[in-house]
């Protein structure tokens, strides 16, 4: 058997947050090529722990009576294909959905997952409206990004991939990037991510649900404070529903 490395971020047993829905294990990848400021994740950005993916397999079977999906986040999961196809695969085997969160910086991971129906649901960061895009991150990517986005589109609405979101890192201040980029996700479901960094005042779930009122969509709110919501706007507020995180 070839064995395939994985430069590892971490492994969560069990997680309810991770993926809507679903009881999870989360698999974190070590690295991305972004860099933005405000990453969460900021410590799984450099360094090196270079691990079998066997080894991953075993952890992700230890929680198998307890779950029934894994998600590969990071860092940036899609950086290290080879990995991910082969970790997908085993999950695949093992009779779980297998979810991806990402920046879309590689399309063509994302490309072989899909055509390899290895996938069950992606949530792509978008960061930006595309021309304030590179300014933003270490990189020229909003080509790379398109891409992903229009496979990902296309795969979800051809039924290759049963879930498919676009998620927004909101901060203050960056209002008007969200109806640009509303246009761009089209019919997708979108998610509002309240964004924290250094010493900016993170917009409240209040101020998010307003900024959300000029989509006229129905989108999900995601704080700190209160989880997830399904926020229908301003007109039907009524129907707003609380989800548990
Ligand atoms: S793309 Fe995600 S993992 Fe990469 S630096 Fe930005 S927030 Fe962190």
Partial sequence: MISIKLNFGGFVPLSTVDWR????????FRGCPVHCTYCQNATLL????????????GMIRDSLLAISG??????????QKEALLSLARATKKMGLA????TNGVYPETLDALIRERLIDHVALDIKARWARYNNLLRGDYVKDVQ??????KEAHEQGHLPEFEVVITLFRGYDDEVPIIAQEAGTVDMVLQQGVT??????SEEEMKKIADRLARSVKIRTREGGEIVYEGD????SARKRQR
């Fill in 147 to 152: 891409k992903s986005l229009a496979l990902c």
């Fill in 98 to 101: 297998v979810g991806v969160h």
């Fill in 198 to 203: 250094g010493n900016v005042r993170p917009l």
């Fill in 46 to 57: 450099a360094g090196s722990d270079v691990r079998d993916t066997e080894e991953i397999i």
């Fill in 21 to 28: 829905g679903r009881s999870a294990c989360v698999v974190f």
């Fill in 235 to 238: 007109r039907s507020r009524r």
């Fill in 70 to 79: 894994v998600v590969f986040s990071g860092g940036e999961p899609t950086a």
